[in-house]
């Protein structure tokens, strides 16, 4: 089966900037997350989907970063203007349902100058 | 809230040597854990997991073991190949939709020819 997908693979942007990245899970995978990996890092919840639906955005930086799924397929995870610190990879990742195991994509690596 | 502590960060062993990785996590209720392989660029791949319901897991050279009095596991690697290594994180996660995956902050394993 195809894996999940993730576009762009790496961004340069400055600072202020605004930023997205795509993300396209495995077909018929319900639940969608997005994780944030910070060098030398393990990855950290952003945002999880359940279909189109917010289960726990409680880590998302809501004042600068934001995601959709609106038809609970794809997903955008926004940033919005950018910062120094958000500098990261950014992990998409997808399961059937929510227990099953995570499948991730190959990342999005953002640097900002 | 919830944190998983993971040690060490750094590990080099030579070939054909076992290769111990522990954590630790806080959440008491947790009952899910995971265990996520990443090579140098690569996206994180579930290598191992286990359940509460079960103190050790084997698969071939891989083998968790998980003390929910002391609420530690540990990922045991035996005869260690070159292939192995990688940084690896271990997980942890209540098995309810509300609660989410925390990873510890890895490992890098090297192992030596």
């Known amino acids: 089966e195809a894996g999940v997908a993730q576009s762009p693979r790496y961004k340069i942007i400055e600072k202020r900037q605004s930023v997205a990245f795509w993300c396209n899970p495995i077909s018929g995978h319900a639940t969608l997350y997005w994780y944030q990996q910070i060098l030398g890092q393990g990855p950290k919840l952003l945002i999880q989907f359940q279909n189109n639906g917010v289960v726990d955005d409680s880590q998302l930086p809501k004042d600068r970063f934001s995601a959709e799924r609106l038809k609970g397929v794809d997903s955008t995870l926004k940033i919005q203007p950018a910062k120094l610190e958000d500098s990261a990879v950014y992990l998409c990742?997808?399961?059937?349902?929510?227990?099953?195991?995570?499948?991730f994509g190959p990342g999005t690596r953002l640097t900002v100058t | 809230g919830e944190n998983v502590e993971q040690h060490p960060s750094t590990l080099s062993v030579q070939e054909g040597d076992s290769a111990v990785i522990k954590c630790t996590y806080s959440?008491?209720?947790?009952?899910?854990f995971p265990w996520y392989k990443q090579e140098l660029g690569k996206r994180p791949q579930l290598i191992i997991d286990i359940r509460s319901n079960v103190g050790e897991k084997k698969d071939q050279r891989i083998a968790v073991t998980l003390n929910k009095t002391a609420k530690h596991f540990s990922l045991h690697i035996t005869e260690t190949q070159p292939e192995d290594s990688a940084v690896y994180f271990c997980?942890?996660?209540?098995?309810?939709?509300?609660?989410?995956?925390?990873f510890g902050s890895g490992t890098r394993l090297l192992v030596r020819p």
């Open positions: 997980a942890a996660r209540r098995m309810d939709s509300s609660y989410k995956l925390i």
């Open positions: 990742a997808s399961s059937l349902v929510w227990r099953n195991e995570q499948y």
């Open positions: 959440d008491s209720a947790s009952n899910y």
